[in-house]
């Protein structure tokens, strides 16, 4: 499958972010381009599978969770103003929001009655087991 330009550009800024975790602007595609990360996504999408998505999304996790904590110390330590750090926190809450849609679709749904698992395809909170019939709240 040939990824489209969104997609890379989407997993060149998470390659980015990954590699420059304290730089809290977001990079031009030309930047991304110049520094390798363009490539580098096209590569990785293009040897994609559904292991190595989850890998990636729980680094991205990681990253975030990282930031916010350094997003804190910056502003307990006076170094961001009222208004920079409002746009930073603003920037992020959107990224997490975007990566938990991200994560419900690649995480498998697990049957609590007969372990029969299968992929999720939509971001609904109930699901119907197909072996036992089990309906149950996805966790
Ligand atoms: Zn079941």
């Not at 697990?110 to 372990?115: A, E, F, H, K, N």
Request: charged share 30%.
């Amino acid at each position: 499958m040939t990824p489209t330009r969104d997609e890379i550009e989407e997993r060149a800024l998470e390659l980015w972010r990954l590699s420059n975790p304290s730089i809290l602007i977001t990079p031009e595609p030309e930047e991304l381009k110049e520094s390798g990360y363009w490539d580098r996504a096209r590569r990785d999408l293009m040897t994609s599978d559904a292991s190595k998505d989850r890998e990636v999304l729980r680094r991205v996790a990681q990253s975030l969770l990282e930031e916010l904590h350094r997003i804190q110390d910056h502003l307990g330590e006076g170094l961001l103003s009222e208004s920079e750090s409002k746009a930073v926190i603003a920037g992020l809450i959107k990224r997490v929001e975007e990566l938990s849609a991200r994560v419900a679709v690649a995480t498998d749904i697990v049957c609590p009655r007969c372990g029969h698992s299968w992929p999720r395809t939509s971001s609904s909170l109930y699901a119907t087991c197909s072996k036992c019939n089990r309906h149950f709240r996805v966790v």
